[in-house]
C-alpha cells in the first residue's frame, strides 16, 4: 500500500516535448516500474509522434481515453503551466502534479477557485514541487530515486531540497518510506499538509509521518491542529527558516512572514503544543522520527 500513487499508476507527462519535460520523464521510466507507468505525453503540435516509445497526443482527454491513465504530471512553462493544470482537471484524472516553478499567483488563484466552485475530483499536487515517490514502485517529479527505500514512514514536505534531506537520513536510519509527497512552496497551491496527514493517517502501510514545514502562512499549525485530535499515529515536525528576519521572502514565493504571523517560533510552539515532537536541527530529523517509533 501507500497513498497517491503505486506500480498500477498510469501517467500522462505534460510538457513531455521540452527539455525538462524529456529529462525527467526518462529518469522516471528508469525507476522500478517507470517504463510501464508513463504511457502518454501531451504536446498540442506534436501529435501523433512519440517520445522514446511513449506516445504524444493533442490533449489530456485524449491521452486519457486512449491510455486510461489517472495522473499527469506538468513541465510546462510558466505562462502556460495553469492553463495544462486546468486540462487535467477537466479531463477528470485522479491526480495532478504540477512540478513548474514560477507560476503566477493571479493564475493559481483563478484554477484553485475554478476547481471549487465547481466541484472537480482532481486532487492537485504542487505547483513548485518535487512530485510524489512510493520506493520501489514509482516516482513522479525531480526527486532523485536512489536516496529513497520501501518501508513505513510517511514523508511530506514542502520544501523539495529538505524532502530528499530527510529520506536520506531515514533511509540511512534503516527506515524505508510508504510514500514521500512534496507539496511545494507556493502560496496558493493544492493538498496540504492536513490533506497529506489525512491520507497517510488512513494507509494501514504508514506507521509514522515526518511533516516538514517552512516560514509563511499557517498551513503547518492547521495540520498540527488536526493531527492532534485525529492522527493515530505518530507525527515528528521540522519547520525552516527560523533565523529569517520579518518581512524577508526566503526562496520559496510562500515563504514570507507577515504581520507577525507564520514565523518559525509560532509553527514550532503550536506543533508542540499539539504533540508532535519537533527539531530545529535539519540534520537530526531522521533521528527524531526513530525516537518516536
Known amino acids: 500500500m501507500s497513498i497517491l500513487i503505486n506500480k498500477n499508476t498510469r501517467v500522462i507527462t505534460q510538457g513531455i516535448t521540452g527539455k525538462t519535460g524529456q529529462f525527467h520523464t526518462r529518469m522516471c521510466r528508469e525507476y522500478a516500474n517507470g517504463a510501464a507507468c508513463f504511457v502518454a505525453g501531451v504536446n498540442p503540435k506534436k501529435a501523433g ?7 504524444i497526443f493533442g490533449t489530456v482527454a485524449e491521452a486519457k481515453a ?7 504530471v506538468i513541465y510546462v512553462p510558466p505562462a502556460g503551466a495553469a492553463d495544462a493544470i486546468w486540462e487535467a482537471v477537466a479531463a477528470d484524472l485522479d491526480l495532478v502534479i504540477c512540478i513548474t516553478e514560477g507560476i503566477p499567483v493571479r493564475d493559481m488563484v483563478v484554477v484553485r477557485d475554478r476547481m471549487r466552485k465547481e466541484k472537480r475530483k482532481t486532487k492537485l499536487i504542487g505547483p513548485n514541487c518535487p512530485g510524489v515517490i512510493t520506493p520501489d514502485e514509482i516516482k513522479i517529479g525531480i526527486m532523485p530515486g536512489h536516496i529513497h527505500k520501501k518501508g513505513r514512514i510517511g514523508v511530506v514536505s514542502r520544501s523539495g531540497t529538505l524532502t ?5 537520513q531515514l533511509t540511512e536510519l534503516g527506515l524505508g518510506q510508504s510514500t514521500a509527497v512534496g507539496i511545494g512552496g507556493d502560496p496558493v497551491n493544492g493538498l496540504k499538509h492536513r490533506d497529506v496527514l489525512e491520507l497517510f493517517n488512513d494507509d494501514a502501510d504508514t506507521d509514522a509521518v515526518v511533516m516538514i514545514g517552512e516560514i509563511g502562512g499557517n498551513d503547518e499549525e492547521t495540520a498540527a491542529r488536526w493531527a492532534k485530535d485525529h492522527m493515530v499515529k505518530p507525527v515528528v515536525g521540522f519547520i525552516a527558516g527560523v533565523t529569517a528576519p520579518p518581512g524577508k521572502r526566503m526562496g520559496h514565493a510562500g515563504a514570507i512572514i507577515s504581520g507577525g504571523q507564520g514565523t518559525a517560533q509560532e ?11 519537533t527539531t530545529k536541527n535539519p540534520s537530526e530529523i531522521g533521528k527524531l522520527l ?4
Not at 509522434?49 to 506516445?55: N, S
Not at 526513530?290 to 517509533?293: A, E, G, M
Request: aromatic share 6%; proline share 3%.
Open 164 to 168: 530528499y534531506e530527510a529520506v536520506a
Open 290 to 293: 526513530k525516537s518516536v517509533i
Open 267 to 277: 509553527k514550532l510552539a503550536v506543533l508542540e503544543e499539539c504533540r508532535i515532537k
Open 49 to 55: 509522434e512519440d517520445f522514446e516509445g511513449v506516445p
Open 66 to 72: 486512449q491510455t486510461g491513465a489517472t495522473v499527469s
